[in-house]
């Protein structure tokens, strides 16, 4: 890698953790709320998911914000949007007044995911924990 693509990395790693840290955050400040969230999804035992929600996006996010793990923890992000994508933006099945909001956030989902499938593949550069 060159220093551009090191900084682009970086740069990555941190949209990608301001995406996913504060939503983890939310869920641990209103606990309850996001176990009923879940809960209407129809997921099973919703506060386990809570707490799996937590430490994907709180857990992992940071992680990839610091650079540590990297590859792990963007395959870990990987399996998470995957289980969980089709659960809460299961747009083929909403309401139509939602269905067109389901299908952006499922597709924002696909391409979260690809940004992970390239931190997985090609690393997170030199600005990271992972190259020290």
Not at 15 to 41: D, E, H, M, N, R
Not at 84 to 104: D, R, S
Request: positive net charge.
């Amino acid at each position: 890698m060159n220093a551009r693509t090191d900084y682009a990395a970086l740069l990555g790693r941190i949209l990608l953790a301001v995406v996913f840290v504060p939503s983890g955050l939310s869920k641990i400040t209103g606990f309850q709320g996001a176990v009923g969230y879940i809960a209407s999804s129809g997921f099973p035992m919703p506060e386990v998911g809570a707490v799996i929600g937590i430490l994907c996006e709180l857990g992992l996010g940071l992680l990839i914000l610091v650079g540590f793990k990297t590859r792990s923890a963007a395959l870990g992000m990987i399996l998470f949007l995957v289980v969980i994508t089709p659960i809460f933006h299961n747009f083929w099945a909403a309401p139509e007044a939602e269905k067109m909001g389901e299908q952006i956030n499922f597709m924002k989902n696909v391409g979260i995911i690809a940004a992970y499938v390239f931190l997985a593949a090609l690393g997170p550069g030199r600005f990271s924990l992972d190259r020290r």
